[in-house]
T-cell receptor, first 119, second 116 residues
Framework: AQTVTQSQPEMSVQEAETVTLSCTYD???????LFWYKQPPSRQMILVIR??????QNATENRFSVNFQKAAKSFSLKISDSQLGDAAMYFC????????????????FGKGTKLSVKP | DTGVSQDPRHKITKRGQNVTFRCDPI?????LYWYRQTLGQGPEFLTY????????KSRLLSDRFSAERPKGSFSTLEIQRTEQGDSAMYLC??????????????FGPGTRLLVL
């Protein structure tokens, strides 16, 4: 079974600084996707960034980028120029790919990292 | 595009009662997912539909839980004979496939259930 581990329950960053959130996963599959979701307090979970396992290039979305190390099964999220609005729970998630057929849509989440941003 | 909506947002019930939650996905989204999130944990998958067909159910979904998606639009999740361990946030998400490799799940605000 696939598992996702986020070893940092809480992180803190100064506004305008850079912070990196860690995520490791365990799988025997070669076709999969990885995601970072953001869940602000009392608000809906939204997708931050996604990475296809078959792509070697790390995904970037504005101030958000990932460091995808497939061999090490590591998928960290870097937030540059942190803003107060970045304060939230961040969840790393795994989804198997279409190669395996059948039902593969469900996401497997880690326990999350609570990010605080200090002004 | 009004996003995924869930109703009610909060529900308090007594142990042994039945509860039903509703999820309205983004229009034209053919996939609909249910997840459960307990305090300090990430969401856990319960079940999902493609159109009106329920394609997968987690082992977490005991026989007290049932989900439907008539006509492939909104979905309901019913919990019968609620137990205190059912207290959690129930999240709904929807997506559009194909293309499956570009699938993005959009989450609703959730229904927070408290069983006394």
């Amino acid at each position: 079974a696939q598992t996702v581990t986020q070893s940092q329950p809480e992180m803190s960053v100064q506004e305008a600084e850079t912070v990196t959130l860690s995520c490791t996963y365990d799988t025997s599959e070669s076709d999969y996707y990885l995601f970072w979701y953001k869940q602000p307090p009392s608000r809906q979970m939204i997708l931050v960034i996604r990475q296809e396992a078959y792509k070697q290039q790390n995904a970037t979305e504005n101030r958000f980028s990932v460091n995808f190390q497939k061999a090490a099964k590591s998928f960290s999220l870097k937030i540059s120029d942190s803003q107060l609005g970045d304060a939230a729970m961040y969840f790393c998630a795994y989804r198997r790919g279409e190669y395996y057929g059948g039902s593969q849509g469900n996401l497997i989440f880690g326990k999350g990292t609570k990010l605080s941003v200090k002004p | 595009d009004t996003g995924v909506s869930q109703d009610p947002r909060h529900k308090i019930t007594k142990r042994g009662q039945n509860v039903t939650f509703r999820c309205d996905p983004i229009s034209e989204h053919n996939r609909l997912y249910w997840y459960r999130q307990t305090l300090g944990q990430g969401p856990e998958f319960l079940t999902y539909f493609q159109n009106e067909a329920q394609l997968e159910k987690s082992r977490l979904l005991s026989d007290r839980f049932s989900a439907e998606r008539p006509k492939g639009s909104f979905s309901t999740l019913e919990i019968q004979r609620t137990e205190q361990g059912d207290s959690a946030m129930y999240l709904c998400a929807s997506s559009l496939v194909p293309p499956a490799d570009q699938e993005t799940q959009y989450f609703g605000p959730g229904t927070r259930l408290l069983v006394l």
